[in-house]
């Protein structure tokens, strides 16, 4: 029993009581303790927590309830009971409260339940109600939600079976391939109080997150995990949370074993990353962010943040990509090579690799990360600290003295599984891929996007050697195919051609980076696809402008053989021209295969007799329009 000091005027009552019944001394003394002791465990317990609490649909975790009880030093007891306690469950030690199952907002919205608090013998009761929010129920990816099921295989139980296969692949539709690429979701699912995420930040993740889908593209739904909190101070029960909805989405079928395994000490382990792993691809893409990691908004330069943040993104755009194939150029599907299931060793730290070289995968993570932060930087106006030509020229200097001090080096030793420099292949890789766009301007585009696009193909076509062949199919020498070993051989010479200062300035400008046209991944299909773009006018210091994917007079690129709708403001009617600003301008409205549908809506038909390049503005205000450039 704890020991407590009484209140003297308490003492002083009972020594009256006590000495008022007479008999002996040793009696008396005896019958005090007692009332004392009696006195002590007489306390009903005294909940603090809240009587209602608020849970987004497809979320077990609730909350803790929280109580006290004055001089009782044994564990409280937590207990349910009540209309609805039987859906939900309560740790009796720690008043954890969890859902036996993920609620669903649309078949109930809201609990009832009597907590139940007992110390001793006595208890104290409260009423409950626990209120379900709505998630969008038009997300094929609902936060926390997974399309499809897994079981203890490398493949989803209940996602459909391969539609088509030959020797090398399966090929497999999803059903969240029925949406628009464009209109994939990316669902942000943020730990601990999105008040802890100091502003802006909030604001930016979830902004670069949009800007580098419209960038690069994106074609696979996204399931994006943010801990807010420091990972030492999180909570269990948050960390079990976390766990939980990650496991549910992407290892549902053995999600014990799967929480078990990634609650503590390997929680404390973990740092930012993102990608699409084969055996969860029917689930889509995955990332998770920690705010203490390096300096992801709290504790880093707004630069490095946002770079971290893109560098997941890019994986998740790199490997999901890599894994999409136009099938006869028709529906696009996805293919998993029928060697994977079963046999990592071909998957990951094959000496010759057979899925991407890390100096390719990270150094290309690295490339696009730097990239697309400035580059939403710049349309944010956004000022960070270090400009993006220091950050390729640091990474390639790191490079540069790798390779000075070891004259055996080469590029191809920061493969997975031979990778002799430790983490030289972030760094090399990004050099590497520097050195191709040095080579050619058109490279940009291909090391951004076309690669990855052309990856599953080759696959298809030379098991075990996609990623070596897609590089040959992509990028070339002189007009001639680029081999691997020859580009190799290119870039170790080019290393160690000069001195570092000097390798260091052949890099792109900054203009170069900035303003570089990708055209993105869901442009780079053969299907004709409706582009919806849809301006936002804000008063911009007195002047508005157009918005389009939430960009300031985005510039697009369009590509021939495709028809584009506009959808604009109707007091800000959208038109084309070969002239910046147009008839504000002394141009003429372009109206060739122009369709105006209505006060809100254009359309423009691509063709291979469409100018290269056009302007898009407005009929009645001048200054809010920007550029078009039109590809084959």
Known sequence: MAKFKLPIALLSLFLIKACGGGG?????AQNIVQTVVASSQAVAPVISSANSFNVSENQTYIGTALATAANYSSALSYSLSGVDADA???????????????PDFETKNAYVVKLNVAAGSL?????ITISISDVDSDNPLACKTASYATANTHLPSTAPSASSSDSVMNYYTYSWQSIDFENLPICLNYYEATATIINPWKTYIEDLHDYSKFTIGQVVPLNVSILAEDRALISDAEAL????DKCTVFFSGELSKCVNEMIFPDFANRGANGGVNFARLPNGGEIELYQDLDGLWVKSSIDGALKIIAHEYFHVHQNG?????EANNENNKFAIPKAWPGNNALYHNAPTPKYMPDWFEEGGAEFGGIILAAKYMENASINGSEDPVDEFKGKIGECFDRFAANGALSLEDFNKGNNIAGNGHYECGLAALMYLWLQDDANYQKIMIDYYANWAEAEALRAGHGWSDAFKNTFKKDGSPYEITTFYNDFNNWIRSDTKDNIKGLVKTKNQMLHADLIPT???????????AAPKVIDNGGVNKYFI????QKSLVLKSGKTYTFIYPAGHPLRFSQTTDGTHNSGMSYVTDVDILSTTTVTLKVTSSTPKTLYYFCEIHSGMGGIIKIVD
């Open 241 to 244: 949370q976390f766990n939980t």
């Open 88 to 102: 939900i469950s309560i740790n009796s030690s720690t008043g954890v409260m969890t859902f036996n199952s993920a």
């Open 123 to 127: 208890t104290t009761s409260q009423d």
């Open 549 to 552: 994917d939430s960009v300031q």
């Open 24 to 28: 002996g001394g040793s009696d008396t």
């Open 321 to 325: 990509l890599k894994f999409m194939i």
């Open 522 to 532: 869901t442009e780079n299909t053969p299907r004709n696809v409706t582009v919806t």
